[in-house]
């Protein structure tokens, strides 16, 4: 079998809290284990209430926090230990994150298009404007939008549906792997996080990209998801087959899941 894209290899993170008489240790993860495909795009999804370790878990990944135990490996790459300028260009070419706020992904005072040439030029190699006019109006293009759109506007000019595609336009540009997804659509209004998770899968289908997609929401988890994982203060205490998870719900957390299938949210999820 070929190596895996990513793999987590038993990861704990433990933060340590508080002053010197009263220091705390937090498991914030414990003994992660879980690998993606190299060879099959797929939409990989942790969910579980606040303070799991969902995010922890995704910074880890991103190479942001650091793993206090077990392995990280992404492509060869040892996430946990980064070296060299070569090394991390290849990693952020090949992950990209997409945060839950797109307010906070963008300045304020910064025009949208600037932001998606800018990147064009770093890290989609265009060569010249007119290159990355052209770049970044193709990777609008993949979310929905256009560069005619775009242009010109400022973040604030947008809704927070349209914001987080810009972002998951930008993360295009660098022709990532892997997008590690943070609670992407949470600030986005009820009405418009189907349409948004539903790009993830033209992602996954059309691209070829794997997204891991972290969530509380169980209804868009379930519609969208290959595989699941359901953690628990740190730890996971249900994983996968996200249809075969649900079949047979063993954890209240996949029986809440089972009940979010019939919600008026979901009509989509009960047909197929
Ligand atoms: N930098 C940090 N320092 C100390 N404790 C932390 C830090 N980051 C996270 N934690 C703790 O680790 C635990 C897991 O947090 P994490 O943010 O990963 O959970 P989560 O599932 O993403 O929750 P939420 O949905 O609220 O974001 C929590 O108890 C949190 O308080």
Known sequence: MSEPLLRLDHVSKTFARGGFFSRRRIEAVKDLSFTIAADKAEIFTIIGESGSGKSTTARMILGIERP?????????????????????MRFMHAVQPI??????????????????????????AARDQAEAERLADEALRKVGLSL????????????GGQLQRVAIARALLSNPKLIVADEPVSMVDASLRMAIVNLFK????ELGISIIYITHDLATAYSISDRIIIMQKGEVVEAGDARAVLAAPQHPYSRQLREAVLTPDSPRALAS
């Open 99 to 124: 945060f839950q706020n797109p307010f906070e992904a963008f300045n304020p005072l910064k025009q949208l298009d600037r932001y998606l040439f800018l990147t064009a030029r770093r890290f989609g």
């Open 148 to 159: 005619a759109e775009a242009k010109g506007r400022f973040p604030h000019e947008l809704s």
């Open 68 to 88: 206090t135990g077990g392995s990280l490996q992404f492509d060869g790459l040892d996430v946990g230990a980064l070296n060299g300028h070569a090394d991390r």
């Open 202 to 205: 033209a992602l996954r289908d």
